[in-house]
């Protein structure tokens, strides 16, 4: 088995290996560079989701419907107490549960290992943005608020959904771009790959 060096290296090694440079080689600049960009990005998810769940909780009754594609986009008004797109109804407070440990789990992660790119940050901000955002609705009204409706004219339906969930599906594409741009699949394979003793 190799030796990897004393446990201080291997940590910084690791640190290194997972956000592409080292924490304490960041320059402050640069950290509050990306950390803005955070916080601006996440608060605009939060606030283009909350004005426009409430738009639709003022204006859009929930037996009504707004045709903006007809037979592919439509407005409704849906009141999810499960998990994104619906699954696992009648669970809110299971939901909440993990959206409040999610939220303390990105930013602990942000704080101890930013991502070393504006592509990283971006993730966790669209991530964060979006978490957020439906904790929100959880907290205050029991259920998140769903409006976006794609379906295939009476073929196929997808659960309604918000701008929330459609920010935690980009900002988890773009992790997942992130993680193959800094080698992180790689590594993880050749370390798998590596013969035991």
């Known amino acids: 088995m190799q030796d990897d060096g004393p446990p201080s290296k291997l940590g ?6 997972f956000v592409g440079e080292d924490k304490s080689k960041v320059s402050a600049s640069k950290y509050r560079g990306k950390l803005r960009l955070l916080l601006i990005v996440a608060a605009l998810v939060v606030a283009l989701d ?15 419907k707004i045709e903006l594609l007809p037979g592919f986009l439509d407005l409704v008004h849906v009141e999810n107490t499960g998990a994104i797109f ?4 009648n669970h809110t407070e299971v939901f909440t549960a993990l959206g409040i440990a999610g939220l303390v789990i990105i930013l602990v992660f942000i704080y101890y290992f930013p991502p070393a ?9 669209l991530i964060l943005g979006g978490v957020v955002g439906n904790l929100i609705d959880r907290l205050r009204l029991g259920h ?10 009476d073929l196929f339906y997808w659960f309604p959904f918000n701008i929330a969930d459609a920010a ?18 790689r590594k993880a394979y050749e370390r798998n790959d590596r013969p035991q003793n």
């Open 12 to 17: 910084a090694r690791k640190i290194t290996d």
């Open 50 to 64: 909350q004005l426009s769940k409430l738009w639709v909780r003022v204006n859009l009754p929930q037996i009504a």
């Open 86 to 89: 619906g699954l696992l109804s």
């Open 117 to 125: 790119t504006t592509v990283g940050m971006l993730s966790f901000a």
């Open 144 to 153: 998140v608020t769903d409006f976006i409706s794609i379906h295939l004219q």
């Open 168 to 185: 935690l599906i980009v900002g988890i594409f773009i992790l997942i771009y992130y993680f193959y741009q800094l080698g992180v699949f």
